[in-house]
């Protein structure tokens, strides 16, 4: 087999690819489940949670808002863009083979996570404009709850969903189809990203389960793009 179409990292030749319906099928059921849960969320907690949260100790309030900005997309574009080019560009240029191989599995490893972190936050980016859902700091300051869809307000009717969680929950998706075994790592990253969130007031909780689903659904539809290419492994 072609070095260029085994997995990336290992080299290895990936699983048979399962029927692209079924999962498809599968996928799309999962989402819609999570995206029910985000509006029990909206109908039954967000305002309750949202209320509570403002009690937490200003020093553990203090933590969350430094651990949130591991949530910036910027963090993993920057690094797995450029790392990407410049291992293409390694492997055009070095006369060696077997090491071309290596540079270009690896680049494709890094041209998948910056797709999963980059589209996944371009439909979330989307999905906020649209929604215009206003952030739990008015509810605070002028006790306004819901929606202004289509009102383009800025950042203060862009809660749902939330941009952190989604490039936490692509990006855990991403590392962890690659890195198999920092999975249960990436998941508590998730966790701890989305929770900050709420414990800092700039999201609801269903904005950050909306925001992991959709991290989640946009990077698992861009690894099955690069798993048609023999690029990415697939559980």
């Known amino acids: 087999m072609d070095a260029d179409k085994r997995l990336p990292f290992t080299g290895q030749p990936p699983n048979p690819i399962d029927p692209m319906a079924t999962r498809w099928w599968l996928a799309g059921l999962w989402l819609v489940w999570a995206l029910l849960c985000c509006g029990l ?3 039954a907690l967000d305002a309750t949670l949202a209320e ?4 937490i100790p200003e020093p553990i309030q203090a933590w ?3 651990v949130t900005v591991a949530g910036l997309a910027q963090w993993y574009l920057v690094p797995s863009g450029l790392g990407a ?4 560009a390694a492997a055009v240029l070095t006369p060696d083979a077997e090491r071309a191989g290596r540079y270009r599995r690896l680049a494709w490893a890094l041209a998948f996570v910056f797709a999963a972190v980059a589209l996944s936050g371009l439909v979330t980016d989307l999905i906020k404009l649209l929604v215009g859902r206003g952030r739990p700091k008015l509810l605070a300051e002028s006790g306004f709850y819901g929606f202004m869809p289509f009102s383009f307000r800025g950042a203060a009717y862009q809660s749902f969903p939330s941009g952190h969680t989604t490039t936490a929950a692509a990006l855990a998706l991403a590392v962890g189809s690659l890195v198999p075994r ?3 790592v990436l998941i508590a990253f ?3 990203i989305a929770a900050s969130r709420v ?8 904005d950050v389960m909306g925001g992991a689903a959709i ?3 946009v990077a698992w539809a861009v690894r099955d793009g690069f798993a048609w290419g023999l690029l990415i492994q697939r559980p």
């Open 199 to 206: 414990i800092i007031g700039a999201h609801y909780l269903g």
């Open 41 to 43: 969320s909206m109908h």
């Open 85 to 88: 080019l410049g291992l293409w």
């Open 182 to 184: 920092l999975r249960t």
């Open 190 to 192: 998730v966790v701890v």
């Open 215 to 217: 991290g989640w659904f």
């Open 52 to 55: 509570r949260v403002r009690d």
């Open 64 to 66: 969350f808002r430094t």
